[in-house]
């Protein structure tokens, strides 16, 4: 069968063939976080594939869309999409962490086209997309902000203090997508430190706020198509999505697949990427 | 020094819509006029100064100047991964601007101490630690940090510093700035604390012991050709209202022994040897070391040896 190439205006294309290069990635480098990976690259996938007004093409564009990937651990599933939208050769992937390469472990912008910031502390990406929706609202451009963070990243005060500001000034070009996959570093996210009520959380901070199942496709994209306020989204994901032995486990948080996991990982992805 | 700051803030971010003012709820009575004047350019984020750091990057990073400004160490050591990140890791255009350095807020206590902020902020890549001393040091650097982009580290002490240059001088990113010359050593020192080295080169004057004293505003860009001529001299005593670890005296050792200059140092700086004691700048500086005395006993001893 021959093998569909990018870029693709298919949310649900593009996060299969990015399922199909996260797992190859993080078992050739050896790296971590190949759950967090497959738990957020259907929100992402949404945002490139169909949602988000940004493109190759667009990247000096004062009024494109601005994608923040806060959540810096699952810079395999950022930099799967970005190489499958044509952002970067998708070459760069076989060399993933390796010396000297482009792309390592976490998000980094430098000589990575698509990427507006660094991340990999967590609690950094809500800020600085505040900044950008600030002004560009005061500058009256178009563009919105999508900040892309994880669940155990909403422990930081950062993101309160975010919340608290980007109601107090109406910043309706602001979009929280939370990846809420319910496990973080060491265990579960309800038995580190309590969440829920999580969408409460964010109402009652002002924002529009929307509990969406966070591998729905048409879900997150009607979503995403609206706010009148700074808007959240509780992506309901599963970590490890798309690969039943990685699926709600913390193990996979940290481990890397083995030659064996990736070929039982490829027969569970159905399609013909 | 704060309100020559604003005062020429203003008058630049008047003729530049891209001037942003940022405060973290700080500048009461200080920043009104500015923002009165120039409400679209002015944001007060409320106290969050981590998020105000992460927003401040952003908002540099849509083609503005950004200066956030508040108290010692809470635009700082508060935030400083924020800066680190997001500001000095991304080279967004920012401007952190702190006020109260050294003992400023003496009676307010250590928490209002800025102590160790140079030493943290020096230690940052991409980033330009610059310390005025006095009002019209502030104009000619606030005046050239608005037509800069990099990142920035502006560190301005509080309110009635005398001026100890007779009027406005040219700032040359980098320059030494020489206010009196003497054949047997040097003073060099930075911010507000000039006070203290000029009135120890008056006392030494009276000894017949002439020295250069020398304001080094620029602490992350060292004037390496000043310090070789100085250290062909005589003796080099290094003032500074922070503590010895890292700051000012620090960046001049690490550029005497990177650039093989042989020379003989002694830096006057915090003792820090009570945390908690409440009292006055003047007296903070005096307890803790920085006082004429140590400066002329230091000189006196390296001019012996």
Known sequence: MEKIQGPFSNAAELALAARHEIIKMTSVAKASHVASALSVVDILSTLYAESANISPSKLDDPNRDIVILSKGHSASALYSVLALQGFFPIEWLADYCKNDAPLGGHVTFKGVPGVELSTGSLGHGLPYGLGIAMSRKKSRLSGRVFVVLSDGECDEGTIWESAMIANHHGLDNLVVIVDRNKIQSLTFTEDTLKLEPFADKWRAFGWETEEVPGHDYQALQKSLATQSAPKCIIADTTKGKGVDFMENSVLWHYKSPSTDDVTKAFEQLSGNY | ?305
């Open chain 2, 1 to 305: 020094m704060r309100d020559t700051f604003v005062k020429t803030l203003l008058k630049e971010a008047k003729k530049d819509p891209n001037i942003i003012l940022m405060t973290g709820d700080l500048g009461f009575g200080v920043l009104d006029e500015f923002q009165k004047e120039l409400p679209a350019q002015f944001i007060n984020s409320g106290v969050n100064e981590q998020t105000m750091m992460g927003l401040a990057g952003g908002y540099a990073s849509t083609g503005k100047r950004v200066f956030v400004y508040s108290i010692g160490n809470f635009p700082t050591l508060r935030c400083l991964e924020q800066i680190r990140n997001d500001v000095c890791l991304m080279n967004n255009s920012v401007v952190v601007v702190s006020v109260g350095a050294g003992y400023a807020y003496g009676s307010q206590g250590y928490t209002h101490h800025a102590l160790e902020d140079i030493a943290v902020l020096r230690a940052l890549p991409n980033m330009d630690v610059i310390v005025p001393a006095d009002p019209h040091e502030t104009v000619g650097i606030t005046r050239l940090l608005t037509s800069t982009k990099n990142p920035s580290y502006l560190r301005l002490g509080k309110s009635n510093e005398p001026a100890i240059h007779e009027k406005e001088i040219e700032i040359e990113p980098g320059k030494i700035n020489e206010l009196s010359s003497g054949k047997d050593g040097t003073i060099i020192f930075s911010g507000s604390v000039g006070v203290v080295a000029l009135e120890a080169a008056k006392e030494l004057a009276s000894e017949a012991i002439r020295v250069s004293v020398a304001s080094m505003p620029f602490v992350s860009r060292v004037d390496v050709e000043y310090l070789k001529s100085a250290a062909n001299k005589g003796p080099i005593i290094v003032v500074e209202e922070h503590c010895y670890r890292g700051g000012v005296g620090s960046a001049i050792l690490e550029t005497l022994s990177m650039n093989g200059i042989t020379a003989q140092v002694a830096l006057v700086a915090s003792a820090q040897t009570n945390l908690s004691q409440i009292g006055d700048q003047e007296f903070l500086r005096n307890e803790n070391g920085i006082n004429t005395k140590s400066i002329i006993t230091k000189f006196k001893a390296l001019l012996v040896s």
